[in-house]
């Protein structure tokens, strides 16, 4: 739904919210890169230890494939410093920025593209959803008990547009 379709308080808020849960989609996708860069560390901790030998398997494209530790190993390590490159990218605009390697091979360089893209539309949506809360005056009330503000509980009452402050909403 485009802005210029806005005629009405349930449509501002409705815009509001997909605006909102885009942003949560976006940034779960971020945790959940860290989640796979925290599994292969533990994957690699527990072989590491173990006979270059001892059979292991290893999940490749939903197919499980019977290895050795020898072959598994060093392409967990690789994965693994892929998706933490991936992870390594901040995707909240208060979160300084890291310095990332310098990408050599394809490989290196594809993770740094999707971690780049990701951060880029991160950014693009956060400034989105400020703009819109700009616009249309948009509150969120602060649950006093807890500090933190509900997505539930928007301030209806300031809602009203910056382009002639006109209230949408009468009280």
Known sequence: MGESGLNSERDIL?????????????SSKFNEIDNQAQEHGSVVKALTPLDSNRKCFRLIGGVLVERNVAEVLPAVKSNGEQIRMVSSVPFCHCAPRQTLPDPTDQDTQFFLQIATTLEKQTRA?????????????IRLKVDSSTGTASSQQIDLLTLSCNDCSVPLISA
Do not use: G, H, I, S
């Open 14 to 26: 409705n815009r509001f919210q997909e605006l909102k849960q885009e942003l949560n989609t976006l």
């Open 125 to 137: 949506k956060e400034k989105e959803l400020v703009d819109f809360q700009e616009k249309y005056k």
